[in-house]
């Protein structure tokens, strides 16, 4: 039984008298435990379907199913890592985490949230920033305490839209493969994610299942071997995964328009 489930699902976003077609018709579905990686040009939605699976917004037609109860908005069973910061710039690092284990966990006493928090910036390897605020951090260690504090949340589901979008190429390399050990040993182990991106070889290592967009649809699917090693050699290396760039690269030149920005 997929974990989520998109039933021709379309959205447009209304202006006054205006409106605009971002997604049509998508049928999608996510296995409980998989890594989809969302890839495609510039401006294809998806954005615009990940904030329907968030439950930000509502779709316009269809309707989208998590463990077959539909989505009627935001919800403890995902938690959401976006590009821009999403720390609260006046709480530290420590009870920005906190924050997002009490919301979820009503019971806990602050002092268990405390310890939680600890044990979760530790993985992130982010213990002794605990008391900086967000202000205080670079931009790689404010996304840490972000995956921290959403995995605070300890949601079934990781939503991640450009994560380390902004990030230099070294740190942006480190914090995958932070994702990636937590994916597999950590404390997001057997979560089921979907993260946007635009970099190719951030979706070869990450994903179990690269799905390709083009303006309001989804055109291609690319299931990645399970035995692949997971990093930026294995892209050059594995003869499967270089398959699949080409295949990737090709499709973004046949559907570049000149506007979009990869
Ligand atoms: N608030 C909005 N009002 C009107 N149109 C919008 C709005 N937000 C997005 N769009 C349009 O919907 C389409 C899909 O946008 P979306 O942000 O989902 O694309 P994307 O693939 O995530 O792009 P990017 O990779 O640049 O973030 C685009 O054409 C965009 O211009």
Not at 29 to 56: M, N, P, Q, Y
Not at 168 to 191: A, F, M, S, T, Y
């Amino acid at each position: 039984m997929p974990a989520i489930s998109f039933k021709n699902v379309s959205y447009s976003y209304v202006d006054g008298d205006e409106s605009f077609l971002a997604l049509e018709d998508i049928d999608l579905e996510i296995a409980d435990g998989e890594f989809v990686c969302l890839i495609g040009h510039s401006g294809c939605g998806k954005s615009t379907l990940l904030s329907l699976l968030a439950g930000l917004s509502m779709p316009t037609a269809g309707e989208i199913l998590i463990d077959n109860v539909p989505v009627s908005g935001p919800g403890p069973d995902r938690s959401i890592v976006f590009q821009s910061y999403s720390l609260f710039p006046w709480q530290t690092a420590l009870k920005n985490v906190m924050f997002s284990i009490r919301q979820t966990n009503k019971d806990i006493s602050k002092e268990q949230a405390k310890v939680r928090a600890m044990e979760l910036l530790a993985q992130v390897g982010m213990e002794d920033a605990a008391n900086r605020y967000p202000y205080q951090l670079s931009g790689g260690m404010r996304q840490r305490v972000a995956i921290a504090r959403a995995l605070g949340i300890d949601a079934p589901t990781m939503l991640l839209d450009e994560p380390f979008g902004a990030l230099d190429p070294l740190i942006r390399g480190k914090l995958q493969e932070l994702l990636l050990r937590l994916w597999n040993e950590g404390e997001g182990c057997c979560k089921t994610a979907v993260f946007v991106t635009h970099d190719i070889d951030e979706a070869l290592i990450l994903a179990d299942r690269l799905i390709f967009m083009e303006p309001r649809h989804i055109t291609r699917e690319f299931i990645l071997p399970k035995d692949r090693a997971r990093s930026a050699d294995a892209i050059v290396e594995d003869v499967r995964l270089r398959d699949v760039k080409r295949e990737v690269m090709e499709l973004f030149d046949a559907t570049a328009t000149g506007k979009e920005d990869c």
